[in-house]
């Protein structure tokens, strides 16, 4: 159990003659919160699919607490859950059908109980017995990542969370998250807000041009840049600051 909880060597992945993953090497410690963040199409989501199997790299490697991606792939889905970019809930059952369908699906005992608790806990208990059609966009999501929880599974993939949420919902599932982190789970989290990996991340990788071109923590990214002087006070750089600096879109 000393294997790190996402180790990624060299990865390569091409779409045709677009080359998306051009070697990645990242590296996530267990029980920690990592952040990947990038532009449209930099390839965030086909990284999260190579490490939760549902694609095959061209080339590199990829191991989950040690088992590898390609070989490995029915180990690999047993430590992860994986919350897609867009949202896995089926409209036609309510909240509560949803998630005992999932525990089900997953064999476990008290599938009532299981998604009475996980209602509870994402504050669904008085919409349960709803279609989910009927959900708001942040009670969907919501929904999708209490699906995802079922099983404990020790990693925790987040491709966007909370792309489209309002403040309010966004908030709640970044409390969800941090929730999950206290509790000693590996997240991996995509996401465009900046704010959101500054807010969540233990460590902060950028994706550009099929790179990881900066790998570290807010500080280190910080450190970066230096500090900008405004009326005699010594500012930080803001994340933001630094990202755009790096992906080279600061003089736009
Ligand atoms: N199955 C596929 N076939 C062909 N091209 C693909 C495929 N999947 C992804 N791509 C291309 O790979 C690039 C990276 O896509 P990806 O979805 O990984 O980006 P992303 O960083 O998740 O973007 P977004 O922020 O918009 O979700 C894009 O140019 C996309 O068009
Ligand atoms: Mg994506």
Redesign the pocket.
């Known amino acids: 159990m000393t294997a790190a909880a996402i180790d990624v060597a060299g990865l390569e992945k091409s779409?045709?003659d677009?080359k998306?993953l051009r070697g990645i090497d990242v590296a996530v410690a267990r029980g920690t919160v990592f952040a990947l963040l990038?532009?449209?199409?930099?390839?965030?989501?086909?990284l999260v699919r190579i490490l939760s199997t549902l694609l095959a790299p061209d080339a590199g490697t990829a191991s989950i607490h040690g088992f590898d991606v390609v070989r490995e792939a029915g180990d690999v889905r047993e430590s992860i859950s994986l919350t897609g970019?867009f949202a896995a809930v089926d409209d036609v059952l309510t909240g509560r059908e949803n998630l005992v369908l999932v525990a089900r699906l997953r064999h476990l005992k008290n599938p009532g109980a299981i998604a009475a608790e996980l209602l509870a806990r994402f504050a669904l208990t008085e919409a349960a017995d709803r279609k989910a059609a009927t959900y708001s966009g942040g009670m969907r999501r919501r929904l999708d990542i209490a699906m995802s929880l079922i099983g404990d599974p020790p990693i925790i993939f987040l491709d966007?969370p909370t792309t489209g949420l309002d403040p309010q919902a966004r908030l709640d599932v970044w409390q969800t998250v941090k929730d999950l982190a206290g509790a000693g789970t590996t997240v991996l989290l995509?996401t465009?807000y900046l704010d959101e990996a500054e807010h969540l991340a233990d460590r902060i990788a950028i994706l550009h041009d099929g790179r990881i071109i900066q790998d570290g923590t807010l500080e280190e990214l910080r450190r970066l840049l230096p500090p900008a002087e405004v009326e005699y006070v010594q500012k930080q750089p803001s994340l933001e600051d630094v990202f755009l600096a790096l992906t080279g879109k600061a003089d736009r």
Do not use: R, S
């Open positions: 779409f045709g677009v998306v990038g532009a449209n199409g930099a390839g965030k989501t086909t970019q966007e995509t465009q």
